[in-house]
T-cell receptor, first 116, second 116 residues
Framework: DAGVIQSPRHEVTEMGQEVTLRCKPI?????LFWYRQTMMRGLELLIY????????DSGMPEDRFSAKMPNASFSTLKIQPSEPRDSAVYFC??????????????FGSGTRLTVV | AQSVAQPEDQVNVAEGNPLTVKCTYS??????LFWYVQYPNRGLQFLLK??????LVKGSYGFEAEFNKSQTSFHLKKPSALVSDSALYFC??????????????FGTGTRLQVFP
C-alpha cells in the first residue's frame, strides 16, 4: 500500500481564492481525519469521518472551511475564500478501528498551504 | 476533556546519552496514550501506545515509554540517542469526545536535537 496520499504537496494562492486539498486514505481504513499544523497552535483536529460520514466537525474554524468524503477512497478539504491566516500544513490521516478502537493513525505527508 | 502537556519545547542531548521527552496527561477514566514522531517535511509516524498492562511500553526504533499513574505522566525514553533521532515528538491521548467516538488529541510537540 502506498500509504495516505495527499495532493498537492505545496500550494501557494492569493487571498480570496478557493483552495482544495485532497486525500486518498489507505484502502480498507474506515476513519479519516483532517488536521492542521501551525507553529502557534500545534496540531489541531479539524474534522473526521467514519465510513464516509462526518462525525465531528467541531474543529473546523469557520464557515469558510468545508470537507467532504464522497466515497471510501477520497476526501477533500476546501477553503473558500482563503485568508493569510489559513497558511499552515494540513495533514490527512486514516485508521482502521478494531473492537471500536483506533489502534494507530497513518498520516499523509501533508499539504503546505501558503496564502499571500 | 482529555488533554496532554509537553512542558519542553526542545530537548538537547549528546549522541550516546539517554534521552527523555516528557508528557503529562489529564483524563477522566483510563488513559489511552500514544507517542508519534515527525521528521522534517513528513507526516507523523506512530511510535508506541499504552492501553493497559505493563507500565513500560516498548515501541519502534528502540524507544520506550513509562506510564506513571500517580504522576499522570507518560515520558518517552531511549537508552542511547542517535543523531537520526532528531525530530519533533508528539504525545497524544485518546478522547472519546462528545460524539462517543474516539479521536486523538495531540500535545504541542517537543523538538529533540541530538548532537554528535
Amino acid at each position: 500500500d502506498a500509504g495516505v496520499i495527499q495532493s498537492p504537496r505545496h500550494e501557494v494562492t492569493e487571498m480570496g481564492q478557493e483552495v482544495t486539498l485532497r486525500c486518498k486514505p489507505i484502502s480498507g481504513h474506515d476513519y479519516l481525519f483532517w488536521y492542521r499544523q501551525t507553529m502557534m497552535r500545534g496540531l489541531e483536529l479539524l474534522i473526521y469521518f467514519n465510513n464516509n460520514v462526518p462525525i465531528d466537525d467541531s474543529g473546523m474554524p469557520e464557515d469558510r472551511f468545508s470537507a467532504k468524503m464522497p466515497n471510501a477512497s477520497f476526501s477533500t478539504l476546501k477553503i473558500q475564500p482563503s485568508e493569510p491566516r489559513d497558511s499552515a500544513v494540513y495533514f490527512c490521516a486514516s485508521s482502521l478501528a478494531r473492537d471500536g478502537f483506533n489502534y494507530g493513525y497513518t498520516f499523509g505527508s501533508g499539504t503546505r498551504l501558503t496564502v499571500v | 476533556a482529555q488533554s496532554v502537556a509537553q512542558p519542553e519545547d526542545q530537548v538537547n542531548v549528546a549522541e550516546g546519552n539517554p534521552l527523555t521527552v516528557k508528557c503529562t496527561y489529564s483524563v477522566s477514566g483510563n488513559p489511552y496514550l500514544f507517542w508519534y514522531v515527525q521528521y522534517p517535511n513528513r507526516g507523523l509516524q506512530f511510535l508506541l501506545k499504552y492501553i493497559t498492562g505493563d507500565n513500560l511500553v516498548k515501541g519502534s526504533y528502540g524507544f520506550e515509554a513509562e506510564f506513571n499513574k500517580s504522576q499522570t505522566s507518560f515520558h518517552l525514553k531511549k537508552p542511547s540517542a542517535l543523531v537520526s533521532d532528531s525530530a519533533l515528538y508528539f504525545c497524544a491521548v485518546r478522547d472519546m469526545g462528545a460524539y462517543n467516538t474516539d479521536k486523538l488529541i495531540f500535545g504541542t510537540g517537543t523538538r529533540l536535537q541530538v548532537f554528535p
